[in-house]
DNA sequence: CTTGCCGGGAG
DNA sequence: CTCCCGGCAAG
């Protein structure tokens, strides 16, 4: 029902990870006798514990080549920066929770602190910034104000799920965590890895960013660039958001996150393949802005290589002994001049 | 693996 | 300029 249930629920799975990292060899799936089946209960029981209850737990460098990502920086119609994933471990503490560090994996778990902090849904749909106290109440709210789906009022596919996020608020400086939630940053606790600042303008989302807000086509009101995450407190939500320039399209069924690269949508207009084009002759340091600056990142060097002919050029009709009967191009090795397709 | 050939180096 | 080759990509 409400996000602690939630969350345990996701843990589950990983707890299972764990156990069969700690039982040594695979005797889950062996007889086993009642006492080391309550072993595992209790162990993980603690786990449990040990995840919900300490206060931080020290984690390993999140995710080693991970980067990271478009934490901030919201620049979509709607500007959710969601980002307050509960990554533990700020520097100030953390210390005496070694063995815990033991049990950890790669993905962060969703966690709440409990001390004075509390939880609240705000909607992430572009001027509303609604908040709400419950993730239900936020779902309605959603779903019926900005999806539209009045006549159907309990029909969920958990899309709701991508239009709020949750906050934490301080509870004895509500006024100011208010004020905070601005999507600009909220300075709250919870902020993004201390480790690295905020994300680093790495050259693939900026560009395409600007794509993005520049030729975005009237989008259905169904969907508010929901590209730039939304992150929500779910599992598949939980690594650092990516944004994919060009065309991507996830699928939130359930517990899967697919992203697809189609076509770049980039037309390149560059010069006309007219033969009589001259070539920019010293004095004039003319610019030609004719050509659209829009770039999709995958495009580097691309040297627009041709489709490799067809027929049979003199290497493949002579041979190599016949080497000195082949057109000079195929002896230079550059494209046959004797048999072009 | 083979084949076509681009980019670039040597002279 | 001619001549050659490394290496890549397509098949």
Not at 59 to 82: E, I, Q, Y
Not at 178 to 186: F, H, I, Q
Request: charged share 20%; glycine share 6%.
């Amino acid at each position: 029902k409400t996000f602690s249930f939630k969350a345990s629920n996701y843990s589950l799975p990983l707890l299972s990870l764990v156990l069969f990292q700690e039982c040594p060899p695979p005797t889950l799936f062996d007889r086993k006798s009642s006492e080391e089946l309550d072993m595992d209960k209790v162990t993980a029981a603690m786990v449990l514990t040990s995840l919900s209850t300490s206060p931080l737990v020290r984690s390993p460098p999140v995710r080693p080549n991970g980067k990271p990502g478009v934490w901030g920086t919201g620049k979509g119609p709607l500007t959710p920066r969601t980002d307050f994933k509960p990554f533990r471990s700020p520097p100030d503490d953390g210390i005496d929770e070694a063995e815990a560090s033991n049990l950890l994996f790669d993905e962060p778990i969703p966690r709440k602190r409990k001390n004075s902090m509390k939880v609240m849904f705000k909607c992430l749909w572009k001027n509303c910034g609604k908040v709400l106290s419950t993730a239900a109440g936020i779902q309605k709210h959603i779903r019926t104000i900005h999806l539209g789906r009045v006549g159907d009022s309990d029909y969920s596919d958990g899309e709701e799920d991508f239009y709020y996020t949750e906050i934490k608020l301080n509870t004895d400086s509500v006024a100011d965590g208010l004020s905070s939630l601005a999507p600009v940053s909220p300075s709250q606790s919870l902020a993004s890895p201390p480790t690295f600042p905020i994300p680093d303008s790495s050259r693939t989302e900026a560009p395409c960013a600007k794509t993005e807000t520049k030729l975005m086509t009237p989008l259905s009101r169904s969907a508010p660039t929901t590209l730039y995450l939304v992150h929500t407190d779910h599992a598949y939500q939980a690594t650092p958001p990516v944004t994919i320039p060009g065309s991507a399209k996830f699928t939130p069924n359930g517990s899967s996150f697919s992203i697809s690269w189609q076509s770049p949508p980039v037309t390149f207009t560059g010069i006309p393949v007219s033969p009589t084009h001259n070539r920019p002759v010293g004095t004039g340091e003319q610019r030609q802005h004719t050509h659209t600056v829009l770039s999709s990142p995958p495009r580097g060097t691309v040297s627009l290589r041709k489709p490799r002919g067809e027929g049979k050029k003199c290497r493949k009709v002579y041979g190599m002994e016949n080497r000195d009967m082949w057109c000079t191009a195929c002896r230079w090795k550059k494209a046959c001049q004797r048999f072009t397709d």
